[in-house]
């Protein structure tokens, strides 16, 4: 069952900055571990970041603190501001929730899951 929907994605130079959101429905989620994905098509999907119920956060190596993960519990968005963007960002973007009791990082992304439609996210040379 689909709980999340993302949007925000678009086109830029790289270099530059956007900030895609992802509203989530599902239950209890001030208490959930989540997270932002991405896919490029013919390859595996991989994780960015993820954030616990209490604000910590865990990255990807390839975001060099170029990234920046958020929640908002009481709206029940869930935020990835992404800065100095490069080609090699381009991707589809999901979010998801951690089903599996273990470590909130995005390197497990098999404990994740109610994957959204996500959205694109293009970075131009």
């Known amino acids: 069952q689909e709980h999340a929907m993302e949007s925000g994605g678009g086109s830029v130079q790289a270099g530059g900055s956007l900030r895609i959101s992802c509203e989530d429905s599902?239950?209890?989620?001030?208490?959930?571990?989540l997270g932002w994905f991405r896919q490029v098509p013919g390859k595996e999907r991989e994780g960015v970041a993820a954030?616990?119920?209490?604000?910590?956060?865990n990255y990807a190596d390839f975001v060099r603190r170029r990234f920046t993960i958020s929640r908002d519990n009481g709206k029940h968005l869930l935020y990835l501001q992404m800065n100095n963007l490069q080609p090699e960002d381009t991707a589809m973007y999901y979010c998801?929730?951690?089903?599996?009791?273990?470590?909130?990082?995005?390197?497990?992304?098999?404990?994740?899951?109610?994957w959204g439609q996500g959205t694109q996210v293009t970075v131009s040379s």
């Open positions: 599902g239950y209890a989620f001030s208490s959930a571990c």
């Open positions: 998801s929730r951690q089903h599996k009791p273990t470590t909130c990082h995005p390197d497990f992304q098999w404990s994740f899951g109610d």
């Open positions: 954030i616990d119920h209490d604000g910590t956060t």
